[in-house]
């Protein structure tokens, strides 16, 4: 397979297309829909099938599937079904010989792809269908996968999502499951989580990056003044409906956005919840660097090849010393946040508009 670009070729896909009729063990109907709509995206571009009736359950299932990956370019739908194929070889056994070389992909996730390769961990968010909402899950898996990438021989690591969001934010049914002793239990625990979630990424080691492939929303956007650098799609959107929500700020944004662009323009965000285009975040200074959709996967993966290539240990050393006198801040800063939403998600304003999205009275 041609590992020179991070963008797969077509003769990658090809491959891919081979690979799948190699699978020893049946995938899944699942997987085999994901497939199916990253193949008809590839080679055809968005869903331009009408829909099927309702009583036409396979082909309404497809069609579903293939719409839901919304304008996603081709190439990126090619690149992801060459990822998912490669995961799949090596969680199920493909029959073909599997390529020597330094690719590795990690398995054992439910909600995220995870691979290595070129000197660089990629862990990309993979609850498409659900515009990549952050599930109860997803945020132990995330923390899994970020404390591996700290400790693998990767240079750099990267988050990303895939399909047509980045991340629509925390998955809003983590409200529903209320164990016996109540809310207020629910609520304590969720604290707990989303303070150890916070802490992970304040205390990550390496480079971390962030490939902003779509629009994101809440915690995905909140957790960017964390990163090292931030590559944006232009059709990214950066939304913190925080208010709307019946909440308030976390991630560390109450701080890092106030430094990054002032507390005018973070007021407008973490408080009115302007939702800011990847060109206002570039300018702002959340967003390193913007590109055209059309290019985005191929530039991006191109800087990032480079930037892997660096020496590790130097690049390390330096966010070190950029960022580790911050660092005791950041963690009162995230203890606090936690603290003030605990309250937050028991108060009716929150509890009302989780019910609103939830009965499909009220999006974003
Ligand atoms: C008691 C206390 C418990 C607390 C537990 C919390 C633990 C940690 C919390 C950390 C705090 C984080 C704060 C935030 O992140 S706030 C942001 C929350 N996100 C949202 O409010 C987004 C809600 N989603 C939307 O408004 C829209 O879906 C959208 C993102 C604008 C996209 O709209 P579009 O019309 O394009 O697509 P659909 O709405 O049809 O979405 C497709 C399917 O995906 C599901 N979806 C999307 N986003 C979420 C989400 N955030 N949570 C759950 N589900 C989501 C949507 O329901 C559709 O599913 P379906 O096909 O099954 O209907």
Known sequence: MNRAAMTASQKDFENAMNQVKLLKKDPG???????????????????????????DLINKAKWDAWNTLGSLPKETARQNYVDLVSSLSSSLESSSQVE???????????????????????????????????????????????KAASKDDSSITVLTGNGDYYSSGNDLTNFTDIPPGGVEEKAKNSAILLREFVGCFIDFPKPLIAVVNGPAVGISVTILGLFDAVYASDRATFHT???????????????????????????????????????????????????????????????????AKLPPNAMRISKEVIRNREKEK???VNAEECSVLQERWLSDECMNAVVNFLSRKSKL
């Open 241 to 307: 409906p925080f208010s709307h929500l019946g909440q308030s700020p976390e991630g560390c944004s109450s701080y890092t956005f106030l430094k990054i662009m002032g507390p005018a323009k973070a007021t407008e965000m973490l408080v009115f919840g302007k939702k800011l285009t990847a060109g206002e975040a570039c300018a702002q200074g959340l967003v390193t660097a913007v590109f055209p959709d059309s290019t985005f996967q191929k530039e991006v993966w191109t800087r990032l090849k480079a930037f």
């Open 29 to 55: 109907n699942e997987v085999k829909l994901k497939l199916y709509a990253l193949y008809k995206q590839a080679t055809e571009g968005p869903c331009n099938m009408p829909k099927p009736g309702v009583f």
């Open 100 to 146: 020597p070389g330094t690719d590795r992909k990690s398995t054992g996730y439910e909600t995220l792809m995870v691979t290595s390769e070129d000197g660089i961990t990629k862990i990309t968010l993979n609850r498409p269908a659900k515009k990549n909402a952050i599930n109860v899950e997803m945020y132990h898996e995330i923390m899994r996968a970020l």
């Open 330 to 332: 950041l963690h009162a």
